[in-house]
């Protein structure tokens, strides 16, 4: 049980898992979103039976497995974040639909890994392992709420080997290398663990999602069903007007559009401050 393993270093767990699994949906749908822990209820036989698990195995040297489970209701919600466009209510919990839910995970397992590989040398890569719960001796477990700006909460079921929850957060926490003495600065929250100067380290190898606005306009149903070639589309730009850089759906830069070894590029001509730019991506 959870209970087995230092707070200090369940605390961290949890913000890593919170953290990647925020920004790994925001990279797919360009929303914000929350992901608290509420409790580590286990999963009922009921629930089980209607949802979808998706497992993974940790590197040789971190040992261990770790799954996650969605009920088949929050399995199309995801499906439908992954893809634009929501599945039929009636989908079964199999092929495309599974696959969604396994890409998504996947997604969220790659930024707590990019967060993390900094500190090691080591390869940090998990493995899918297919469409069942892990294996874990020692077992950890816990339920997160995800909220989203736009999208109706769901509940995301996590279970791990405890091993490799402890060394994660041992690996997340060595960024903060706090006195022995003082356990508030080690739990600290998740914001101070992944914004912190000294911490920064954790992100810089992470990728990031970058696209370039030229400008925006809303349409009525009806006008996307009427476009045709050489159909014109008025934006809210003008010619002269900046081109926005976005960064996961942040504006971190404007500029021009210019033309460089026969690719578009972007000159940058207005960037506001390193600490503004990562204050807005972490936000």
């Not at 230092?6 to 749908?29: G, Y």
């Not at 397992?109 to 069942?132: H, I, N, W, Y």
């Not at 002269?240 to 000159?267: F, I, Q, S, T």
């Amino acid at each position: 049980m959870a209970s087995e393993l230092d707070p200090n270093l369940v605390k961290i767990f949890h913000d890593v898992c919170s953290f990647s699994i925020c920004r790994a949906l925001k990279q797919i749908s360009a929303e914000d979103f929350e992901a608290p822990v509420v409790d580590s209820t286990p999963i009922s036989g009921d629930e089980e039976s209607a949802g979808v698990w998706v497992r993974f195995s940790a590197p040789a040297w971190l040992t261990g497995e770790i799954g996650f489970f969605v009920s088949q209701p929050d399995a199309l919600l995801l499906s439908g974040l992954l893809h634009r466009q929501a599945p039929e209510k009636s989908a079964e919990l199999e092929g495309s639909l599974r696959e969604a839910v396994a890409e998504v995970f996947h997604r969220f397992v790659a930024a707590a890994t990019s967060a993390l590989q900094a500190k090691t040398k080591d390869a940090l890569e998990f493995v899918f392992r297919g469409f069942e719960p892990p294996r874990c001796e020692a077992e950890f477990r816990c339920r997160l709420e995800v909220r989203g700006s736009k999208t109706r909460p769901f509940q995301v079921f996590l279970v791990a080997d405890q091993g490799l929850v402890k060394a994660a957060a041992t690996l997340a926490a060595s960024a903060v290398s706090p006195p022995a003495s003082d356990p508030e600065k080690l739990m600290g929250s998740s914001a101070r663990l992944f914004q912190g100067k000294e911490n920064i380290g954790l992100l810089m190898d992470m990728e990031l999602e970058a696209t370039l606005r030229f400008g925006e306009r809303e349409m009525l149903l009806r006008e996307v069903l009427n476009l045709s070639s050489g159909s014109v589309i008025e934006l809210n730009h003008r010619v002269n007007d900046p081109v926005e850089l976005l960064v996961c759906g942040k504006v971190v830069a404007k500029g021009e559009v210019v033309v460089l070894d026969g690719n578009y590029a972007l000159r940058v001509t207005q960037v506001g401050s390193q600490a503004d730019r990562m204050s807005s991506l972490l936000n």
